[in-house]
């Protein structure tokens, strides 16, 4: 069975920085695609950033230039660095991969962006 486990969220002050991990278990090969999405409160969830096989990567404009989604193929890992936060990148950060017809999420890191 397929398990994606999120972690390295936390408080930290705007201007500051996080880098999550997303580890990943049960699968067997690469995934095709792996991103991050998160959820606000009130909000629907909202893609953050993905990254498919070939290294090609979409961003949501709010975190362009400031995000970036590392991914690690040997282990089956997708980072998601962020720099410059901005109190309105407080949400709980999911981990997304998908194989084949099959989409996988973990269970959510809450990352809180405040002085």
């Known amino acids: 069975q397929v398990q994606l486990v999120e972690s390295g969220g936390g408080l930290v002050q705007p201007g500051g920085s996080l880098r999550l991990s997303c580890a990943t278990s049960?699968?067997?090969?690469?995934?095709?695609?792996m991103g991050w999405y998160r959820q606000a409160p009130g909000k629907e969830r909202e893609l953050v950033a993905c990254?498919?096989?070939?290294?090609?990567?979409n961003y949501a404009d709010s975190v362009k230039g400031r995000f970036t989604i590392p991914r690690d193929n040997a282990k089956n890992t997708v980072y998601l660095q962020m720099n410059s936060l901005k109190p309105e990148d407080t949400a709980v950060y999911y981990c997304?991969?998908?194989?084949?017809?099959?989409?996988?999420w973990g269970r959510g890191t809450q990352v809180t962006v405040s002085s």
């Open positions: 997304e991969a998908v194989q084949w017809i099959s989409v996988f």
């Open positions: 049960g699968n067997r090969g690469n995934f095709q695609a």
């Open positions: 990254i498919f096989n070939g290294n090609s990567t």
